[in-house]
């Protein structure tokens, strides 16, 4: 199976793919700093990166919540950052007519957690022919991801990648069961482990999410021991002040020596 996600993985030398940036486009002037960045260090480490960031965080807590600059300049903007740095980038989608449009830009198309058994929205995004990741929602099982394999089978696009990102558990807390790496992989797909939603404490403020960000150190190493093919890391240069999800983030001046110490693991695991 000629998959996009494997190939990113098709090195000399064992590696994992990274898929990184903030969790919503704020501006222009901190996303391009965010993405300029991890290019930087991803070209050093010679990691295959992919910048996400979304134009419109449809499904935050609060309705005063910042949502993002939204679909038509969100694209502009993802576009811009791409061409400059010339970068592949990745962005949700969250209905099926936003599709086509948004694939004029991105080069793989995401579907949220709580999003993925959308049939409409699953088959719209697989058939614009881009790779599609599709994050496997905090209710499913890892078997379950059989049922989203089996409609994007009916498409016939088969470049698809599942994202762990952790399961509910009781009121505002997510953990990891780490048999789903495995698991998934066996459905025949790579599997992408999201290290920073997976310490998200959902609805934990009240009025917005909270997260225990020290904890995503720990998990992408148990991720990558695990055989996942790639990481999710969502970074801002002060998460304390980003404009979404800053308590489950990792700060951007940490995703050096935490890339440098996961590949390390990823050569003594192979």
Request: aromatic share 8%.
């Amino acid at each position: 199976m000629n998959n996009f996600f494997f190939n990113l993985t098709d090195k000399p030398e064992p590696v994992f793919f990274l898929i990184a940036g903030p969790c919503v486009i704020e501006n222009y002037e901190t996303t391009f700093l965010i993405a300029n960045h991890l290019k930087k260090i991803t070209d050093l480490l010679y990691i295959p990166f992919i910048f996400k960031a979304s134009f419109d965080k449809a499904n935050r807590t609060s309705i005063q919540s910042f949502r993002g600059p939204g679909f038509d300049k969100g694209l502009d903007i993802l576009n811009s950052i791409k061409k400059d740095l010339k970068i592949p980038v990745i962005s949700d989608i969250h209905l099926p007519d936003q599709a086509q449009k948004a694939a004029k830009v991105l080069d793989i198309i995401q579907i949220p957690a709580f999003l993925c058994r959308q049939t409409d929205l699953i088959l719209a995004a697989c058939d614009t022919g881009k790779p599609v990741n599709i994050k496997k929602g905090q209710f499913l099982s890892p078997l379950e991801c059989n049922n989203i394999l089996n409609k994007t089978k009916e498409s016939g696009n088969t470049n698809i990648c599942i994202t762990e990102r952790g399961s509910s558990f009781g009121y505002n807390n997510l953990v990891v069961d780490f048999r789903s790496i495995p698991i998934i992989k066996n459905l025949g797909v790579p599997v992408v482990f999201d290290a920073t939603h997976s310490v998200q404490l959902p609805g934990g403020a009240i009025d917005s999410s909270a997260g225990e960000k020290q904890f995503v150190p720990t998990l992408s190493k148990a991720a990558i021991a695990a055989g996942a093919d790639g990481l999710f890391i969502e970074t801002h240069p002060e998460p304390e002040k980003a404009l979404c999800d800053g308590p489950n983030s990792l700060a951007l001046n940490d995703m050096e020596a935490l890339l440098s110490t996961l590949l390390a693991i990823k050569k003594a695991v192979g």
